[in-house]
Nanobody, 123 residues
């Protein structure tokens, strides 16, 4: 069992930065692939980035390439999403999710989800 808690969301102007954190409980956290997803009002939840269990591989959606980075610290059971050059279209609730296995950019394969943190980017 893994419990996830996101933090770090807020209101920022376009071009600004935020760092989201995903803190996890559970002794097997280091075994999980962690993904970040986001959901804007009226839209489907979509994949943003993911990192595998030992940080040897990261994955991203094209819209955040060069702007967002993902990292994890297994000693702290925490995954970070650094978001730079934010745009109004990045506005959404951001969720972290965990799955025991390889990366996926689909929602269904992830077994555990946090409650989400709101990111609002003003123009």
């Amino acid at each position: 069992q893994v419990q996830l808690i996101e933090s770090g969301g807020g209101l920022v102007q376009a071009g600004g930065s935020l760092r989201l954190s995903c803190a996890a409980s559970g002794r097997t956290f280091s075994s999980y692939t962690i993904g970040w997803f986001r959901q804007a009002p009226g839209k489907e939840r979509e994949f943003v980035m993911a990192v595998n269990w030992d940080s040897s591989r990261t994955y991203y959606t094209d819209s955040v390439k060069g702007r967002f980075t993902i990292s994890r610290d297994n000693t702290r059971n925490t995954v970070y999403l650094q978001m730079n050059s934010l745009k109004p279209e990045d506005t959404a609730v951001y969720y972290c999710a965990a799955r025991y296995g390889t990366y996926s950019d689909f929602v269904k394969p992830y077994d555990y989800w946090g409650q989400g943190t709101q990111v609002t980017v003003s123009s």
